[in-house]
C-alpha cells in the first residue's frame, strides 16, 4: 500500500517534519533555523543528524512527534538556546552536559584551553568561573599530566562542573570561590573566561542569551571589566602565578592587556578568534 492515508498512519517523513519545524523557528527570527531544526529531530529521535538526510525511510512517529514538537516550540516561542533542549553541547573533544545552571560554552573558548595547552608537564592550573567545566574539563582531557582546578561562585554551575567531570571520568579538584577568595596559593597558571558584557549591553542580547542564560554568568560592570580587573589585583601578590589567560570581549583587549602587565606579569600577548577579533590575553613571566 502506499499514498497519503498509509503515511500518516506510519508516521511523518523527516523532510516533511523539518519543513514544518524551520518555517516555525525562522518564523521567529532565530539565525539558524534549518541547523536547529536538524539538531533538535536527531536529537528527539537519537540519530546522527546525517541520518535524518540520508535515510529516506525515516519517519517521525508516535512519541517523537510530541517531543519534537514541544522542543521546536521552546526553540520558536521560548526561544531556549538549541543546546539547553537537547542538553548538550560539544566543546573541544568533550560532549558537555549543560542546562540552566550555567552558560552554554561557545567556540572562542575553545582558545582558553589552547592557552593552557603550552604549559609546563605537572604544572598546577585554575579554571577560574569554570561554569559547567568546560575549560577545566577539555584541559584535563588534552593534557592528563597537569593537575587541573576549576573554580566557581554559583554552587548550581559547581554542581553541573563537578557532574560532568563524574561522567566524562576526569579527575579535576572543584573549589567554590568567589575569584581567589580562600583559594590555596599553589597554582602556576591561572586561565578564566569571566563575565564581560557592560551591564547597559544588557538589553540588547539575543533573547536567547537575556532570557534563558545566567545574569551572573554575563555581566561584569559598567564597563564589563569589573570581574577581571578584581582576579588581576588578587593575582598581583601571587608572584607563583606564571601564567595568566583571559578570555575578553570584543574590543576589551587594549584595556585587560594592561591590567595584566600592572599586575606584574613581564609579557603578554593577545589570541584572536576565528572572526578576528582579539578574544584572550595571555601574560606570562613575572617582574
Ligand atoms: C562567562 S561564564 C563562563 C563559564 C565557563 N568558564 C565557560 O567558558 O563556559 C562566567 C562564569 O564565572 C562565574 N563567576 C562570576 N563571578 C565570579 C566570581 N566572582 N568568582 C568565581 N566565579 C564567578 C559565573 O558564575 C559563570 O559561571
Not at 42 to 59: I, N, S, T
Not at 67 to 90: D, K, L, N
Not at 110 to 131: F, I, K
Amino acid at each position: 500500500m502506499s499514498g497519503p492515508r498509509t503515511i500518516s498512519r506510519l508516521g511523518t517523513p523527516v523532510r516533511e517534519a523539518l519543513d514544518g519545524a524551520v518555517t516555525a523557528i525562522a518564523a521567529a527570527g532565530c539565525d539558524t533555523p534549518s541547523l536547529d531544526a536538524e539538531v533538535l529531530l536527531a536529537h528527539v529521535l537519537g540519530v546522527g543528524r546525517e541520518r535524518l538526510l540520508l535515510d529516506a525511510d525515516l519517519l517521525v512517529s508516535g512519541g517523537a512527534v510530541r517531543a519534537f514538537q514541544e522542543a521546536v516550540r521552546r526553540r520558536a516561542v521560548e526561544r531556549e538556546p538549541v543546546a539547553y533542549i537537547t542538553g548538550r553541547r560539544a566543546f573541544r573533544r568533550l560532549e558537555l552536559a549543560v542546562d540552566r545552571r550555567a552558560l552554554i560554552p561557545r567556540p572562542e573558548t575553545e582558545l582558553l584551553v589552547e592557552a593552557g595547552l603550552g604549559l609546563d608537564a605537572g604544572a598546577r592550573v585554575l579554571d577560574v568561573g569554570t561554569g559547567c567545566g568546560a575549560v577545566a574539563l577539555a584541559l584535563k582531557d588534552e593534557r592528563a599530566d597537569l593537575a587541573v582546578s576549576g573554580s566557581e561562585l554559583s554552587a548550581a554551575a559547581l554542581e553541573l562542573a563537578a557532574e560532568n567531570g563524574r561522567r566524562l571520568g576526569l579527575e579535576v579538584c572543584w573549589l567554590r570561590a568567589d575569584l581567589l577568595a580562600g583559594v590555596p596559593a599553589e597554582f602556576d597558571a591561572v586561565l578564566a573566561n569571566l563575565p564581560y558584557v557592560r551591564d547597559r549591553e544588557r538589553a540588547a542580547l539575543a533573547p536567547e542569551i537575556r532570557l534563558h542564560e545566567p545574569p551572573r554568568a554575563l555581566l561584569a560592570g559598567p564597563d564589563g571589566l569589573a570581574a577581571m580587573s578584581a582576579l588581576l589585583e588578587q593575582l598581583a601578590p601571587r608572584a607563583n602565578v606564571r601564567t595568566v589567560a583571559l578570555e575578553v570581549g570584543a574590543g576589551q583587549a587594549p584595556a585587560v592587556a594592561q591590567m595584566v602587565l600592572a599586575a606584574g606579569f613581564a609579557r603578554m600577548r593577545l589570541e584572536r578568534d576565528l572572526a578576528g577579533i582579539e578574544r584572550v590575553v595571555v601574560g606570562e613571566g613575572r617582574r
